[in-house]
């Protein structure tokens, strides 16, 4: 009797790249449903608009450099949608398309595709359109929490992702289920506080849909941020510095997402010099105390070491 | 569909095969169980350095065995790994790491083996291309 043989493992996790996307998307739901709620029809044209360029525009690269078709993996569509999400609802219908463009053709398959990009496509181009339209990518307004109840309807809101931050927190069940790493955001989030608190800005400005979107959804994604534990928070920490800089001086929406997109500059460097140690050897703080401990001269202070 | 412990064993295609004292488990698979996934670049997600009990990159290992970089695999301490399979149990990419990574040490292995012992006085040192 002959069998069907694999190899092994021959247990595995039921997790998929396709599962992580299409969980993301899940976690943005809320998010999308209170923004066409909020700001009409026009959102609900961005979203289409983006999402449904960025399937076009995956497919006829994919169909042009004879690469499989890998749409049903959701990759393409995420981005779409993060892209979407990010513009302001009072944009022409073809701002959501460009950005899809570029973040399709530019921000991921010229650097290889999936897991080979360097910066998030999403914000690289969301980059692209703020420094190409600024004057149509400007939001009417930043918001600033007034009440509890601006955490779950923000009416200040500028951008489609502001509109609730407490809807965003589907993030947070995805850390849960461990789709999503939770060294980065926690680093992120915290050091953007204390260091907030330290340069005297208001938390009300920080705490915004943009910003909790780029702690959740943004630093975490997986090509873009180092894979060693100590290198995701340092990644986390930088992120934090970066945007507590650029949102001192101006605004803490744009400074999420510029923090961000320079941390992933780094974010090679921070993984090849945070390679953990072999297993087994002395950890850097050992290696510091022990080194320390052999300069002090026990003999001549006159204290013994019992054998 | 008979596997010598589930997530390490090696799966076999008859059941003539006989039980020794090395056997240290039968895993039977249904059909529906068996995994025919494919696979994907890696997504650099870093489940597998989480998991990973020795504290390697297996990711970073995997892609340098693909390429056949076997010295800088070593550089990184692959002969650490205990070929426990959990990275590749992990994996969303369904990237065969643990299949990668023995091939690569067996590689190193072998290196070593061609190596002529120190002993002999007569031993040429030189380019393996014949020129001095």
Same mark, same amino acid.
């Given at each position: 009797?002959?069998?069907?043989?694999?190899?092994?493992?021959?247990? +595995?996790?039921?997790?998929t790249?396709?599962?992580?996307?299409? $969980?993301?998307?899940?976690?943005?739901?809320?998010?999308?449903?209170? *923004?066409?709620?909020?700001?009409?029809?026009?959102?609900?044209?961005?979203?289409?608009?983006?999402?449904?360029s960025?399937?076009?525009f995956?497919?006829?690269?994919?169909?042009?450099?004879?690469? +499989?078709?890998s749409?049903?993996?959701? !990759?393409?569509? =995420?981005?779409? #949608?993060?892209?979407?999400?990010?513009?302001?609802?009072?944009?022409?219908?073809?701002?959501?398309?460009?950005?899809?463009?570029?973040?399709?053709?530019?921000?991921?398959?010229?650097?290889?595709?999936?897991? *080979?990009?360097?910066?998030?496509?999403?914000?690289?181009?969301?980059?692209? #359109?703020n420094?190409?339209?600024?004057?149509?990518?400007?939001?009417?307004?930043?918001?600033? @929490?007034?009440?509890?109840?601006?955490?779950?309807?923000?009416?200040?809101?500028?951008? #489609?992702?502001?509109?609730?931050?407490?809807?965003?927190?589907?993030?947070?069940?995805?850390?849960?289920?461990?789709?999503?790493?939770?060294? /980065?955001?926690?680093?992120?989030?915290?050091?953007?506080?204390?260091?907030?608190?330290?340069?005297?800005?208001?938390? *009300?400005?920080v705490?915004t849909?943009?910003?909790?979107?780029?702690?959740?959804? /943004?630093?975490?994604? =997986?090509?873009? $941020?180092?894979?060693?534990?100590?290198?995701?928070?340092?990644?986390?920490?930088?992120?934090?510095?970066?945007?507590?800089?650029?949102? !001192?001086?101006?605004?803490?929406?744009?400074?999420?997402?510029?923090?961000?997109?320079l941390?992933?500059?780094?974010?090679?460097?921070?993984?090849?010099?945070? @390679?953990?140690?072999?297993?087994?050897?002395?950890?850097y703080?050992?290696?510091?105390?022990?080194?320390?401990?052999?300069?002090?001269?026990?003999? +001549?202070?006159?204290?013994?070491?019992?054998? | 569909?008979?596997?010598?412990?589930?997530?390490?064993?090696?799966?076999?295609?008859?059941?003539?095969?006989?039980?020794?004292?090395?056997?240290?488990?039968?895993?039977?698979?249904?059909?529906? %169980?068996?995994?025919?996934? %494919?696979?994907?670049? &890696?997504? !650099?997600c870093?489940? &597998?350095?989480?998991?990973?009990?020795? %504290?390697?990159?297996?990711?970073?290992?995997?892609?340098?065995?693909?390429?056949g970089?076997?010295?800088?695999?070593?550089?990184?301490?692959?002969v650490? &790994?205990?070929e426990?399979?959990? &990275?590749?149990?992990?994996c969303?990419?369904?990237? !065969?790491?643990?299949?990668?990574?023995?091939? *690569?040490?067996?590689?190193?292995?072998?290196?070593?083996?061609?190596?002529?012992?120190?002993? $002999?006085?007569?031993?040429?040192?030189?380019? $393996?291309?014949?020129?001095?």
């Amino acid at each position: 009797m002959t069998f069907t043989i694999s190899a092994p493992p021959h247990r +595995k996790d039921e997790i998929t790249f396709k599962k992580i996307n299409w $969980s993301k998307m899940a976690a943005l739901l809320p998010v999308i449903l209170i *923004s066409i709620y909020f700001f009409g029809i026009p959102a609900l044209g961005i979203i289409l608009a983006g999402v449904l360029s960025a399937i076009v525009f995956e497919v006829a690269i994919q169909k042009v450099f004879n690469q +499989k078709i890998s749409i049903a993996d959701g !990759h393409a569509i =995420m981005i779409g #949608l993060m892209v979407a999400l990010i513009v302001p609802p009072e944009v022409p219908i073809w701002i959501p398309m460009a950005g899809s463009l570029f973040a399709i053709a530019i921000g991921k398959h010229i650097f290889g595709g999936i897991g *080979s990009y360097v910066f998030n496509p999403v914000l690289a181009a969301w980059v692209f #359109l703020n420094l190409a339209w600024g004057s149509i990518m400007t939001p009417v307004s930043f918001p600033q @929490l007034g009440a509890i109840s601006n955490l779950v309807l923000e009416n200040g809101a500028g951008l #489609l992702i502001g509109v609730s931050p407490i809807a965003l927190l589907g993030g947070l069940v995805l850390i849960y289920l461990k789709y999503v790493e939770w060294r /980065i955001p926690l680093s992120y989030f915290m050091t953007t506080m204390v260091l907030a608190l330290l340069v005297g800005d208001n938390l *009300s400005h920080v705490i915004t849909g943009a910003f909790l979107f780029g702690v959740l959804f /943004i630093a975490t994604d =997986m090509a873009t $941020s180092p894979v060693t534990k100590n290198g995701r928070v340092v990644y986390g920490i930088l992120c934090g510095i970066l945007t507590v800089i650029y949102g !001192h001086f101006d605004n803490y929406v744009y400074a999420a997402f510029y923090g961000v997109f320079l941390a992933n500059c780094v974010s090679s460097f921070i993984e090849n010099v945070t @390679l953990p140690r072999p297993f087994g050897t002395e950890s850097y703080l050992q290696n510091k105390y022990r080194s320390i401990m052999k300069k002090i001269p026990f003999e +001549k202070l006159g204290v013994s070491i019992d054998e | 569909m008979i596997a010598n412990g589930a997530i390490t064993g090696v799966a076999q295609y008859t059941d003539e095969v006989p039980v020794t004292k090395v056997t240290t488990a039968i895993t039977v698979q249904g059909p529906d %169980e068996i995994h025919y996934d %494919e696979t994907i670049a &890696c997504i !650099h997600c870093a489940r &597998c350095v989480d998991v990973c009990p020795v %504290e390697l990159v297996p990711s970073r290992l995997a892609a340098l065995s693909d390429q056949g970089r076997f010295d800088e695999c070593r550089q990184m301490n692959i002969v650490n &790994c205990i070929e426990c399979g959990k &990275c590749a149990a992990v994996c969303p990419s369904k990237i !065969h790491i643990l299949q990668l990574i023995r091939y *690569s040490k067996e590689s190193i292995n072998r290196a070593y083996e061609d190596i002529a012992p120190k002993e $002999s006085s007569n031993l040429k040192l030189g380019c $393996s291309c014949g020129s001095d």
